[in-house]
């Protein structure tokens, strides 16, 4: 929105013509393009901040994540290194078992891929109640504001009814949940069970290679649980970094005409603090276009 285009927009308005709707969608847009701009910028700059003060915690945090980071990189590697060599492991102890014990073994890798989805459903249904929980608790808070502000108009007690409605079905797919998850332990206590008869039966045949192979399988499950955990952690981190890059980027963007320090900063990022200049007043346009400024 420039602002020959707002005059002409005004001057429409004049005649009766709002495009409200427009106006809101398009100052959403400029929004999003605006924070990933901030966070652009903040990436490309954080390193020349240190001396701005009222950057100080976010440089010295992000320092922080980084070293945290890249430990956790150092982590990934190894958890993967060792992995490897536990898949390795396990396909050469398979590959070059006796035909006697060939029968069992295939049995216990089919046993164990059925754990490992079944694990991975139960975190799927515990990642899914975990959620019902946290809409449950904001419609519980919902319903006990409305029901403090409710001045007995039929629209607040049709919403109140709604809101209602929407926590029994919350509850009762918490119930489902909760049973599923329940069926599902159920099914990896049986399956744990096979597996601990077929582990004694290889113990019989053959204690040394049913040791080995146990480890490796052991090895594997632990590595997997650990990626994982590694992954989340990775995950996290570059989240926390990117809100610290786009605190950065909107304090040196808004400042960059007022502090030397933040022009200094971005002097070799003007281009980008321009576009968002321009972003921030369209938004403003827009905003006051649509009435809402």
């Not at 809101?24 to 990436?43: K, P, T, V």
């Amino acid at each position: 929105m420039t602002s020959s285009r707002y005059f002409v927009a005004r001057f429409a308005q004049s005649f009766g013509y709002f495009r409200r709707t427009r106006r809101m969608a398009d100052a959403a847009s400029e929004m999003h393009l605006l924070r990933e701009a901030e966070a652009q910028l903040g990436r490309a700059i954080w390193d020349k901040v240190e001396k701005i003060e009222a950057l100080s915690v976010e440089y010295w945090n992000l320092r922080k994540f980084m070293k945290e980071r890249d430990i956790v990189r150092e982590k990934l590697i190894a958890s993967q290194v060792r992995l490897d060599a536990a898949h390795e492991e396990r396909a050469t102890l398979l590959t070059s078992a006796p035909e006697i014990h060939q029968d069992l073994l295939d049995e216990r890798v089919a046993l164990l891929t059925v754990v490992e989805k079944l694990a991975a459903q139960r975190d799927r249904l515990i990642a899914s109640a975990r959620g019902i929980r946290r809409s449950h608790e904001g419609m519980k808070m919902k319903l006990e504001v409305l029901t403090k502000e409710f001045k007995g108009e039929e629209s607040e007690r049709e919403e109140i009814s709604r809101v209602k409605t929407e926590l029994a079905a919350l509850k009762v797919k918490f119930a489902e949940l909760k049973q599923e998850r329940v069926r599902i332990g159920e099914m990896i206590e049986d399956s744990d069970g096979k597996l601990d008869l077929i582990d004694a039966q290889l113990n019989e045949k053959k204690m040394n290679r049913r040791v080995d192979a146990s480890e490796a399988f052991v090895v594997i499950g632990e590595g997997n649980k650990e990626m994982a955990l590694l992954r989340a952690e990775s995950a996290l981190l570059d989240t926390q970094m990117r809100q610290l890059y786009a605190e950065i980027g909107r304090h040196v963007s808004r400042n960059v005409n007022q502090d030397p320090a933040c022009a200094t900063a971005a002097a070799f990022q003007q281009g980008l603090v321009d576009v968002m200049r321009a972003l921030r007043r369209s938004i403003a346009l827009n905003h006051r276009l649509a009435g809402t400024a």
